[in-house]
């Protein structure tokens, strides 16, 4: 069974800074796609970053320039850097890894951005 364990998220000032880390477990090799999603309240989940195997990535126009995916592939590891974090950012962050049809996602990390 695969599991996906996030880290990393908090209470922080805007302005500020967070790395978010999210490491797979159990039988799962060559993982296409890791992504990063996050659903404020009241509002529906939404793509924040992705990054494939080969390192191509893609950022939500709100995050670009601010926030930063990577990937380990040899630990398996998602991470995402996150710099001048905004009020808006305040959500749960999920993520998502992908090989073809199968995918899992983490339970989420609440991140809150203080004004």
């Known amino acids: 069974q695969v599991q996906l364990v996030e880290s990393g998220g908090g209470l922080v000032q805007a302005g500020g800074s967070l790395r978010l880390s999210c490491a797979a477990s159990?039988?799962?090799?060559?993982?296409?796609?890791m992504a990063w999603h996050r659903q404020a309240p009241g509002k529906q989940r939404e793509l924040v970053a992705s990054?494939?195997?080969?390192?191509?990535?893609n950022y939500a126009d709100s995050v670009k320039g601010r926030f930063t995916i990577s990937r380990d592939n040899i630990r398996r590891t998602v991470y995402l850097r996150m710099n001048s974090l905004k009020p808006e950012d305040t959500a749960v962050y999920y993520c998502?890894?992908?090989?073809?049809?199968?995918?899992?996602w983490g339970q989420g990390t609440l991140v809150t951005v203080s004004s």
């Open positions: 159990g039988n799962i090799v060559g993982i296409d796609v």
């Open positions: 990054i494939t195997r080969a390192g191509s990535t």
């Open positions: 998502k890894m992908s090989r073809g049809l199968f995918e899992v």
